[in-house]
């Protein structure tokens, strides 16, 4: 069998977790990794790209570049995405989507940069085939991405069509979810490793319980998701029987048994989604559920890990005075929970001063548009025993 030819691909992640990314690329054995502003650059053939959908659990998008080129105005935008072979990657059978982000001076709006490629497409395959494809902003078979930054634009086939932080598994949610691939960037970061014992006390949704249940039974995030490479007209029957086998491969697991893994949280109802969304994805029996006030949690045998979110009030409008309150509560009650490291990913800016531990060390990342920080502290027997400063958070 021949080897399959290589090319780029480019993987977007959640701000600040760009080497976090690399270093998984690197244990999935993907070759020339590369960590870039927003993203790592990784080859491989074309199975490699499959395989990154199934397996990355930090990736956001995983990208196939067709071109790179000047764009100064909407003339030079147009003409470089209409200098791509299109047919190549399209029929006129085919439905498809543009999704544009960026702007310049002479390029305002993400909508335009979409309508333009999007122009160039149609006006491509009506030359090259007689016929042009019918666009489906809902449900395309190929979405297209294009990104505009210092009048040059990246245009690019997006492999599974979606945010991989759609893992097939969330059939109900909380109000402010966390998302599955920043979940398991804060796990990375927090030195995760699948058989360390841990707990989330304010579980909501039950994000990091799944995402850790799946490290530890060896799952792929992505067995569960539909892709949209599996609707290219590209992809011949040999190659979905390699799709099939690939997602047969990230839904068989290990044979191990999983370390200790709580989810708890105060709110009855919380915890009600956190046990559906765990059945779903299929990882119950990995993990267990209670309804607690996150002040009472306790690690197993005194070690391991607690791993949380706790509000911040950005979108869930909790008095500024009942946030701090709550904060120093945790703080004086969790540096006494035993032996291991407290792993807390919160936004609010008195956070750090109200928790009054001082950190070992944090990793800034954002959720979305919101700068956050990831605090890590060595706990029980490795805590120092310093408290924080009285200075506020930078």
Not at 15 to 36: H, M, P, T, Y
Not at 78 to 92: F, K, N, Q, R, V
Not at 292 to 317: F, I, S
Not at 334 to 354: M, S, T
């Amino acid at each position: 069998m021949n080897a399959e030819p290589r090319v780029e691909y480019f993987a977007t992640c959640p701000s600040g977790a760009e080497a976090i990314l690399a270093d998984e690329f690197v244990r999935l054995g993907f070759q020339a990794v590369e960590a870039r502003r927003m993203g790592v650059c990784f080859t491989g053939g074309e199975t490699d790209g499959w395989r990154a959908c199934f397996w990355s659990r930090v990736a956001s998008r995983v990208l196939l570049p067709l071109g790179e080129f000047a764009a100064r105005d909407a003339g030079e935008l147009y003409a470089g995405a209409m200098g791509i072979p299109w047919e190549d990657h399209l029929s006129s059978l085919n439905t498809f989507a543009v999704e544009g982000v960026g702007q310049s001076d002479a390029l305002r709006h993400s909508g335009f940069l979409a309508l333009k490629v999007k122009d160039a497409i149609a006006d491509r395959m009506r030359k090259a085939v007689g016929r042009r494809p019918n666009v489906d902003k809902e449900n395309p078979d190929v979405n297209v991405f294009v990104r505009l930054a210092e009048d040059r634009a990246l245009v690019a086939l997006d492999l599974a069509g979606h945010g991989l932080h759609v893992r097939g598994w969330r059939q109900r949610r909380v109000e402010a979810p966390l998302k599955g691939n920043l979940a398991s960037a804060i796990l990375y970061a927090s030195g995760y490793d699948g058989r360390t014992p841990l707990v989330d006390p304010m579980c909501g949704s039950g994000t990091f319980a799944i995402e850790a249940a799946e490290i530890a039974l060896g799952l792929g995030p992505g067995r569960l998701a539909t892709f949209g490479f599996e609707r290219w007209p590209t992809l011949t029957r040999m190659k979905k029987r390699l799709v099939a086998d690939l997602r047969q491969e990230a839904a068989k697991g290990r044979p191990v048994e999983p370390p200790f893994i709580a989810a708890g949280d105060k709110d009855r109802e919380a915890v009600a989604v956190a046990k559906a969304n765990a059945e779903r994805a299929g990882v119950t029996r990995a993990i267990r559920f209670g309804v607690k006030d996150a002040r009472q949690a306790a690690l197993p045998g005194r070690t391991g890990m607690l791993v949380t979110n706790p509000p911040y009030g950005e979108r869930l409008n909790i008095p500024e005075e009942e946030l701090l309150d709550l904060y120093a509560a945790l703080g004086e009650r969790w540096r006494g929970i035993g032996d291991g490291r407290l792993a807390v990913f919160c936004g609010h800016p008195q956070f750090r001063k109200a928790f009054g531990l001082k950190p070992a060390s944090f990793v800034e990342l954002y959720n979305g548009p919101i700068k956050a920080r990831l605090y890590l502290y060595d706990i029980g027997a490795r805590w120092s025993g310093e408290k924080e400063s009285t200075q506020d958070d930078g």
